[in-house]
């Protein structure tokens, strides 16, 4: 049987994922109350889950919340010795303004663009501001569309199916129409400049954690309709070619 490869950032990790790597900690992630204070500790799918269902292959998810685009990258160099003919690769980038930074001991601490406690234990904060306002330039964008170039060849030559997508605006949607005409960009043909795919999926009835709780849970992940909306639109896009109202 063929796979279904995930790579992303929360907006592609599974609920499993999330209370299995939060349940010994003092944060508690909004996925994780969504699923135990409004659906009663039922787990939902992923749209991951969904879109492996429906296009009947095993599934193999590497999201992982709150990570990079250079751990995603890395994720997915660290896998794709598992890919192989007639696979597909979904690849969901995250917000060009995260990097990491290198522990003493040999780890990495994704950094993002509040300035944490975590943060202060690394850089100052003028050291974080200053690299923040250096990341908005458009090199970093187009170094995401370099990294893009190589995985085409590598599944080109495999004979894997590769999908991009994003989950910040700067990347991709900015772009002129020419740009992200290519099928390889999921939803290419319903998403209008300066637009997203996250616009798409609250059109075609899926909801975010904070519209499906009427605000108890303020937070703008995908709540379990806006899952299954996402794996139906994916699944139309890689499967017929097409995306259509549903």
Not at 46 to 63: H, V
Not at 101 to 122: M, P, Q, R, V
Request: glycine share 6%; aromatic share 14%; net charge negative.
């Amino acid at each position: 049987m063929n796979t279904l490869f995930t790579f992303g950032c929360s907006y592609t990790e599974d609920f499993e994922r999330v209370l299995e790597t939060t349940k010994n900690s003092d944060f508690i992630p909004a996925q994780r109350r969504y699923v135990e204070n409004h659906l009663d500790g039922r787990i939902p799918k992923s749209w991951p889950q969904l879109l492996g269902e429906k296009l009947e292959t095993d599934l193999k998810n590497y999201g992982v919340g709150g990570i990079s685009n250079y751990q995603i990258f890395e994720e997915i160099c660290e896998h794709s010795d598992e890919f192989k003919n007639g696979d597909t690769v979904v690849i969901g980038w995250t917000h060009i303004t995260r990097f990491r930074w290198a522990f003493n001991n040999g780890g990495w601490s994704s950094i993002f663009s509040d300035f944490t406690e975590t943060t202060s234990k690394l850089m100052n904060k003028i050291t974080h501001s200053e690299i923040l306002v250096n990341r908005t330039n458009k090199l970093y964008v187009n170094e995401i569309y370099q990294y893009q170039k190589l995985l085409e060849q590598f599944c080109k030559l495999l004979g894997v199916e590769l999908y991009f997508w994003s989950s910040d605006d700067d990347i991709i949607y900015k772009e002129n129409k020419e740009f992200f005409k290519d099928k390889k960009y999921l939803l290419n043909n319903l998403i209008s400049f300066n637009s997203n795919i996250f616009n798409i999926i609250q059109k075609n009835g899926g909801k975010t954690i904070n519209e499906e709780t009427n605000g108890e849970i303020p937070d703008n992940h995908l709540a379990e309709s806006g899952h299954r909306v996402q794996a139906e639109l994916f699944y139309n896009h890689i499967k017929h070619g097409e995306e259509k109202i549903i």
